[in-house]
């Protein structure tokens, strides 16, 4: 077998996920675990669960990850990489403390994590890193021994994830109506953060104007839109915009949301608008209803056509992106070279979030970085 392909020091890839309800009795139970010692205000989580119910209770996330999982283990196995996967999530079942648990009985000792947000900010990096934390916490006040846990780096430009997204916006535009279809404006979307968390999103150099988490999406965004400039001969206005805010109303979120951007695209006389989740791994419920319902219902009463791109999901080049990742990560971690894969100016993201990245407000113990306490 070729050296390439070789794990080591590695013996299991956990993926963590955020979770989703799975039938109506869920919604309530799943939401009380999400919003757990933090401000969500009550009319936010009635509004949320309703969000549910109308998809009879049932977040998409959960199969999504199934199918993801599924598209892992063909992907290692035709390619020869002998690297169990695990899953494990903060707010539903299959919970990270029972994954964990299933490692240690499987006899894990080297384990590394991939989080299903490809950006830096509390939500999508630090605050999977403080789950990791509990879990090992708690395992190890059951007397338990504990693996060790790595965190892949950060892959929103990895050719694998950017390529699907570009394909995906030139479906939607295909099948916008032709006489639409060249005026037709972009619109990214990712979820919106308080400005504050955004502007401590990274490594403590890149903190101040919406940090490493707009950086980031910008870079994103502008690889795509010029992907599909040259794939189309179309130079087409696109826009950063944001959905999915919850939060106080006083306290200031990333800004324009998706709605309030479509109405300014159409006054503007924009003739169509694709909409290009690049902050959602697949189609989560934020996709489904904050996109295909909620904006959708917006553009509709402005008569303003519009199409959803498709979100990376379980395409197989995602698959092989892990694949490549999983490898390179092995490759330095045991003092072999390896070339990091990266689209777009920023370049590939650290392995190791540094002291002080994406920090919490009440300040925890996180895994899987510099200032973990876990060796
Ligand atoms: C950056 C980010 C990601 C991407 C990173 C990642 O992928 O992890 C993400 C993912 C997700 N967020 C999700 C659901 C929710 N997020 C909430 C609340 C919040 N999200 C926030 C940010 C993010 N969230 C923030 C700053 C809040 C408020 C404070 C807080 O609670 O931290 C709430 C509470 C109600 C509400 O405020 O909306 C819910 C129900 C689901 C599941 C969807 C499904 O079921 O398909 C997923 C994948
Ligand atoms: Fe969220």
Not at 119 to 129: K, L, W
Not at 306 to 335: I, K, N, Q, Y
């Amino acid at each position: 077998m070729s050296e390439a392909l070789d794990p080591t020091p590695y013996d299991a890839l956990l993926l963590l996920s955020f979770g989703g309800p799975e039938g109506p009795d869920d919604v309530v139970p799943f939401l009380e675990n999400v919003t757990r010692g933090r401000g969500i205000p009550k009319e936010r989580l009635k509004e949320v669960g309703q969000h549910y119910f109308l998809f009879g209770g049932v977040s998409p996330i959960n199969d999504q990850n199934r199918t993801f999982l599924d598209a892992l283990r063909k992907d290692f196995a035709e390619h020869g990489l002998d690297l169990p996967v695990y899953w494990g999530n903060r707010n539903w079942a299959p919970y990270l403390t029972d994954t964990l648990r299933d490692l240690v009985r499987d006899g894990r000792r080297r384990v590394l994590t991939l989080a299903t947000s490809a950006y830096a900010s509390y939500s999508g990096c630090r605050q999977y890193r403080e789950d990791l934390a509990a879990a090992l916490a708690t395992l190890r006040a059951e007397g338990q021994e504990t693996p060790r846990v790595d965190k892949l780096r950060h892959y929103f430009n990895h050719p694998g994830f950017v390529r699907p997204v570009i394909d995906g916006v030139l479906e939607s535009l295909a099948d916008l109506p032709e006489e639409v279809r060249d005026g037709a404006h972009l619109a990214f979307t990712t979820h919106s953060i308080p400005t504050a968390a955004a502007d401590t999103s990274g490594p403590a150099e890149t903190h101040g104007d919406g940090g490493a988490y707009v950086r980031q999406h910008l870079d994103v965004a502008r690889v795509v839109a010029d992907a599909v400039r040259a794939e189309t001969g179309v130079d087409r206005p696109w826009q950063l915009v944001y959905q999915s805010r919850s939060g106080a109303p006083h306290i200031p979120w990333l800004e324009p949301d998706i709605c309030d951007h479509l109405e300014e695209r159409h006054a503007a006389g924009a003739p169509a608008v694709v909409m290009v989740p690049i902050g959602f791994v697949s189609d989560h419920m934020e996709v489904l209803y904050d996109l295909d319902t909620e904006a959708a219902a917006k553009a509709a009463e402005l008569g303003l056509p519009v199409r959803r791109s498709a979100t990376v999901g379980a395409d197989p080049r995602f698959a092989a992106a892990v694949r490549d990742l999983v490898l390179e990560r092995a490759a330095r971690e045991s003092g072999r070279g390896a070339t990091p894969c990266a689209l777009g100016a920023l370049g590939p993201s650290h392995d190791l979030c540094p002291v002080g990245c994406c920090p919490a407000r009440t300040p925890k113990p996180a895994a899987a970085g510099a200032d973990s306490p876990y060796p």
